[in-house]
């Protein structure tokens, strides 16, 4: 099984819209990635700035 990582980062402001998005719009179609097994998204104060972590395995 392989995990792929990937990370992006926001402004306070702009977090919720931001997860909004992901969630609304790119992540339901993760499922069609050959061997897909699952994903999760993770959201982390990072002071200023927001961190997402989005990982998906196959």
């Known amino acids: 099984m392989i995990s792929r ?3 992006g980062w926001t402004s306070r402001e702009n977090a919720d819209a ?3 998005l992901l969630r609304r719009e790119i992540l339901p179609g993760i499922h069609r990635v ?3 097994r699952g ?8 002071g200023d700035e ?3 972590v989005h990982a998906y395995n196959v």
């Open 39 to 46: 994903a999760f998204l993770l959201r982390k104060d990072a």
């Open 5 to 7: 990582l990937w990370h």
């Open 50 to 52: 927001i961190e997402f």
């Open 18 to 20: 931001y997860e909004d």
């Open 34 to 36: 050959k061997g897909y």
